[in-house]
């Protein structure tokens, strides 16, 4: 990287000039085929006619008063989430770790203002991920992302995935709140199955914790439901944060509650400086009007099927390097066996011109666009096929 920026990332040599639909136009001319879309973020592909049209004509009126004037953009979208989720209350922010921070303060806060102080731990999961701020640190308890930032924060209480009786003798008297990815994205593309998610909101109601999602990567459509959990049909969260697809591509974020798991966060408690801009107001507004739209989610379940035959396919032809496919709808990882690297697989599959993105676990990652249809598909998995037959063992 040239010596300016901090060497936080370590990208390629590319540099894309442009998007349209599923394709990055790299200055070369050459295209790629974007089946990662800014790890889930371009929901609606590079350049959605609609959004660049919204985006301009917010810029050519208004671009920023901060929240302390009405945004009337932020009431419309905060009326849509509501009109069709649990949520009754939504605080916008610009980034899916704002969105955890303002969901891991209002579980505390809701406590307080129960006159519970004490009732301020919170339990996650290992594999999580919940962004890089302290709180999302903390939360998602990575040792690689906290090492070298000082004493870890009071208050998070972290299971293993999957063990039931560990989650259950981990609940106490000071348990304010458990926090899960419905999906882990980061963590390696596990979906937690419908029944534990039920099992999490009974377990919750039983001893009075309130349940948060983190669904700023498997939110916003991405598995054939606007919101992941849907599936999951009575597991509704008390809380729940979101970011990444739904500005599709311009910064935002959202914490959603229930009217008692927000009712609290009052004057003074909470605030952001961007949070909810009418630029990405403006966008968020189109965003959610696509993926609400009749037929839409439907297209995400159908061409997600087809997808998961297709790579089926292409995971039996290489079942000596693929242990197994796994996620939900259009977030996809293809986990390899020991020996072989998802790094090294996905520059492979980006020599062969299609853009994916590793995951923990040795996950190879896919989290196209939405919109892609059954070419892209074909010619997605062709370049993966490719792919896989040039990897070799490290
Ligand atoms: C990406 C991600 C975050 C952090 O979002 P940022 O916008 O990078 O701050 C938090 N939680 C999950 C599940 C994510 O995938």
């Not at 377990?203 to 439901?225: F, M, N, P, S």
């Not at 035959?309 to 709808?329: C, F, M, N, P, T």
């Not at 011109?353 to 040795?362: E, I, Y």
Request: glycine residues 12%; charged residues 25%.
């Amino acid at each position: 990287m040239p010596k300016p920026l901090m060497d936080t990332y370590s990208p390629p040599n590319l540099d894309f000039e442009r998007g349209e639909g599923a394709y990055l136009i790299e200055k070369s001319g050459e295209n790629y085929l974007d089946f990662i879309s800014g790890i889930a973020v371009n929901a609606l592909g590079h350049a959605h006619p609609k959004a660049v049209a919204a985006l301009k004509d917010q810029a050519d009126k208004l671009w920023h008063t901060s929240n302390m004037f009405r945004v009337p953009g932020q009431l419309e979208l905060a009326e849509k989430y509501c009109r069709d989720s649990f949520a009754d209350r939504v605080f916008f922010t610009n980034s899916g770790t704002e969105a955890v921070e303002c969901a891991l303060k209002s579980a505390r806060h809701y406590h307080f203002a129960n006159g519970r102080p004490d009732k301020y731990r919170i339990i996650t999961f290992t594999g999580a991920f919940h962004g890089r701020s302290y709180g999302g640190i903390n939360a998602g308890g990575n040792p690689k992302y906290l090492e070298g930032f000082g004493p870890a924060m009071e208050g998070f209480d972290q299971v293993e995935f999957g063990d039931h009786e560990a989650l259950k003798a981990a609940v106490t008297e000071e348990t304010a709140a458990i926090l899960v990815e419905p999906v882990q994205g980061e963590g390696g593309v596990r979906a937690i199955p419908d029944v534990c998610l039920r099992g999490l909101r009974e377990l919750c109601d039983a001893h009075g914790l309130l349940l948060i999602y983190d669904e700023v990567q498997c939110g916003a459509g991405r598995t054939g439901k606007i919101w992941a959990h849907e599936w999951a049909e009575t597991a509704k969260p008390d809380i729940m944060a979101v970011a990444k697809g739904v500005g599709g591509g311009f910064p935002m974020g959202a914490c959603l509650t229930t009217d008692a798991a927000g009712a609290h966060m009052v004057v003074g408690t909470h605030g952001s400086t961007f949070g909810g801009n009418p630029l990405a107001m403006a966008v968020g507004n189109v965003v959610y009007d696509e993926l609400s739209k009749p037929g839409f989610m439907e297209h995400v379940v159908s061409i997600s099927n087809h997808l998961r035959q297709s790579l089926s396919g292409v995971v039996d032809a290489h079942s000596d390097k693929v242990e197994e496919l796994r996620g939900r709808g259009l977030l996809v990882g293809l986990k390899l066996k020991d020996g072989f690297g998802n790094r090294t697989l996905v520059g492979k599959a980006r020599e062969h011109h299609l853009l994916m993105g590793a995951a923990g676990d040795n996950v190879a990652r896919m989290a196209p666009p939405l919109i892609i249809n059954e070419d892209h598909v074909r010619e997605a998995v062709s370049a993966l096929d490719k792919a896989l037959g040039e990897l070799q063992p490290e």
